[in-house]
């Protein structure tokens, strides 16, 4: 989008400015639309359990309901409690929303449809969820009030009560996709079930975590059955108590943006993101974000469903729950997982990154050469990374290819995984170099490709080129011919 600003005549600080501002505008109202959208939904699904009609007067099919419920808040008076501390009373809820909305800039929509696709994607979801607990702790605090402050108090301790859950939940995730960037995780579990299913969900060692994380995700998002911090029959309204007009909607719009959130992370976690269920080739038709969109809605429509269906937990329960059950088994499987991927995976990981490359490996990684990344002054030495340690990095590319627009897919390693397409940009004669361009490209690395008038296996020897900070790899790709068995 920066290249596109900068194309109208823009410097290019103009042209990053404003197509951040872009980008976070495209995300943002969609995402007020959807909140918008999402709270008829959950009516509708309550009212059709109880066996009750929903909203249909507003609009049609009262699709218009939440608009006019918002133009109806936005009119009245904001009412501030005179014993409450008004700046922080005013405060709170605007970070409650503000804090929900931060954590969508790494939510990968499509493959590189996404704000920020940074490598600690998930540390960053991580540590702006756990801050959505500071808009609840400071409105009950700053409301003067008994029944806010006991909410207050009681929100902070589930929130991080279930918080040390779903770390070690994303530490079993992590550990199995080899990356903390959400669309590395996403890659990872392409075919990951029997080479058909794209889910780590259909792993005998991750579901039970999967089961974790969900219910965790409706204790961190306070809804039923854990909706303790505003149990109407003990807390009147909870935290939200003393608040009116558009502070008590900024609650709502944020409460429901991160339910949404965690709706999204069990789907990009658990169930493929945006590819489809099956590895199956006419599924591929469908748009991958509308694929995102169904499995996130799903998981709404089951989060609706329980709040119908599960009576209220007591705090007691609601407690023991996180530290004496979710707690111990999270903990006992990050275990478990980290010892099953040291005596399968890891024990063999580093000869595949590291060690000399073979013609079994390549086609056990359905590659078509392995190129040996090794420092520029290290290339000189070994014979373009021929000998030596050195990164491997495996590809595909095609059989007599040409110069312009060659299809090129990475295989390995995972943090680099992803299809990418090669156009010769200069050439001397003797062949060419130019850029690979990722589909699903990560802020500061860059990828670029030499081919030479050599032919090996029906493909052109190539050179591939990584950079990454200030590191930059380079070394020569050898195909199944120029291995040993």
Known sequence: MTEFFQSLGMSYEWAWGVATIAGILLIALPLMLAVAMVIYVDRKVLGAIMLRRGPNVVGPF??????????????????IPTAANKGIFLLAPIITFTVALAAWAVIPFDAGVVLADINVGLLYILAISSLGVYGVVMSGWASN???????????AAQMISYEVSIGFVLVCVVLWAGTFNMSGIVEAQRGHGLGIVNGFFFNILLFPIFVVFFISALAETARAPFDLTEAESELVAGYQTEYSSMSFALFWLGEYANILLMCS???LLFFGGWLPPLEIEFLYFVPGFIWFLLKTFMFFFMFSWIWATVPRYRYDQLMRL???????MSLIFVAVISGYLMATRYADQRLVDRGEPSATTLAALGASDVC???????????VGGRKGEAL??????????GAQDVPVEILHPTRLAGKASFSMETSNG?????????ERQIEGQ???MAVTDVISDDRPGAILFLAESENVLMGDCFTKSDLKA
């Open 430 to 438: 003797f062949g060419g170099s130019g850029q690979l361009r990722m």
């Open 62 to 79: 009262g699709l218009l309901q939440s608009f006019a419920d918002g133009l109806k808040v936005f009119l009245q008076e904001t009412i």
């Open 446 to 448: 860059e990828l670029g």
């Open 372 to 382: 040996r990344l090794v420092t520029s002054d290290d290339y000189s030495e070994t």
């Open 392 to 401: 491997n990095v495996y590809l595909f590319r095609p059989a007599r290819h």
């Open 265 to 267: 992370l069990c789907t």
């Open 145 to 155: 009030s008994k029944y806010p402050f006991f909410s207050a108090m009681r929100a």
């Open 322 to 328: 996180g530290w004496k059950v979710f707690l111990p």
